[in-house]
C-alpha cells in the first residue's frame, strides 16, 4: 500500500517548515486552498513520471451506428482504451488513440470471428469519437486518471497520497506561499523544492521500461488472444 498522509498532519509540517506554529498569520481554511493546489500540482509530476497513475477504469457499451461516446464526469486524463475480444477467458486488444490528421479513418476494421469493430479513437470535447463506427453492440474498457478531487474543505482526517514520501513537495510549496505573503525570504525552501522535483524525476527514469507489444511477422495484422486485428 502506498503512504499517506492525513490533511492536518500535513497542514502541522507546513506550519513547521514555514515557522509560524500558533501562528494566526495564516487561517487553517487558507492553508487547505493551498494544499489543495499543491497536490493537483504533485499529482501531475507523479503521473508525468508513470510513478502512480491513479487510475480507474468503465466499461462502455457501444450501440450500433454510433461513434460518440461521453466521457466520464470526472476524467482527467486516457490511459487506454481496450476492446474486449473475449468475456471469458478476458482478452482485451488496444484501440490506438487517432491523430486529428487519421480524424476521417472508417475503413479500419477487426478481422475477428466479432465481426467489425472499433480500432481507433480520437478525444473530442466531452467525448470519445470511435473508428471505425461500431456496427453492432461491444464491450469497451476505458482506463483513465480521474481529475483530482477537491479537498480544500475537506475533514482533518482527510488522507492524501504521499507514494514515497513526496507530499513534502506539498509541504514545501506551501510553506514558500506562507513565507511570500510574509514578504520573508525562503531559499532554503526554493532549494528543497529544487531537490524534490529533481527526486520525483530521478526515480520516473528508474523504473522498469514499459513493455510494448512487438509484432515480430510480416503482413498487415497483428495478434490478440488469437483473433486478428488489421493495423490502423
Known sequence: MARTVTLGAIRTRIRQRADCVGSLFVTDAELNGLIDSARTELMDLLVKGEIHQFETAVTITTVAGTASYALPTDHYKTLAIDYQVSASPAVYAPLRELTFAERNLTGVVGASSYGASPAGYRLVGANIVLAPVPASAQTLRHTYIPAPTDISLAADATTIEGVAGWEEFIVIQVAINVK??????????????????????????????????????SGDYEDYGGYQWRRL
Open 180 to 217: 511570500n505573503k510574509e514578504e520573508v525570504t525562503h531559499s532554503d525552501l526554493d532549494r528543497d523544492l529544487a531537490l524534490i522535483k529533481m527526486r520525483i524525476a530521478e526515480m520516473s527514469t528508474d523504473r522498469e521500461p514499459v513493455k510494448s507489444i512487438v509484432d515480430t511477422r
